[in-house]
């Protein structure tokens, strides 16, 4: 919808970014899955919340960040801009990006804190929420 408001053609330009771009998103879909794999195993259910997890997932990735698979999201519509080449697409990252810091911060992070309480509280203060910690 972003490249047709944009009035940006369908067919990506071709070159060096075209590859990069496409790369990023392939590579972001990859991880993307692997990190969904190991949520539902971990967890005992999905990101979804029709049926949030049981327990708190504490493996693989989620022991340096909270937050890997918006971070996969992100990069997915970074790579379209940049695939593209599109203005419109890399202000509609940003926006992205804005609305999911609110969304992680005022909704999502409160209730992670009532439902799994000091051990969600304690993963904090250990976890960076888009980059891991030293």
Do not use: K
């Amino acid at each position: 919808m972003v490249l047709y408001v944009a009035r940006t053609g369908l067919v990506p330009p071709p070159g060096g970014p075209a590859l990069l771009g496409a790369a990023l998103i392939g590579l972001a879909h990859l991880a993307l899955l692997f990190l969904i794999v190991d949520f539902v195993r971990a967890g005992g259910g999905t990101q979804h919340p029709f049926d949030p997890p049981r327990d708190l997932v504490l493996r693989g990735v989620y022991r340096w960040i909270r937050n890997p698979m918006y971070l996969c999201y992100a990069a997915i519509v970074l790579g379209e801009a940049i695939l593209y080449r599109s203005p419109a697409l890399l202000a509609y990252a940003g926006v992205f990006w804005l609305m999911t810091q609110l969304y992680v911060v005022t909704v999502e992070e409160r209730a992670l804190e009532r439902r799994f309480g000091e051990s969600y509280a304690d993963y904090c203060r250990r976890t960076g929420r888009w980059f891991p910690r030293p």
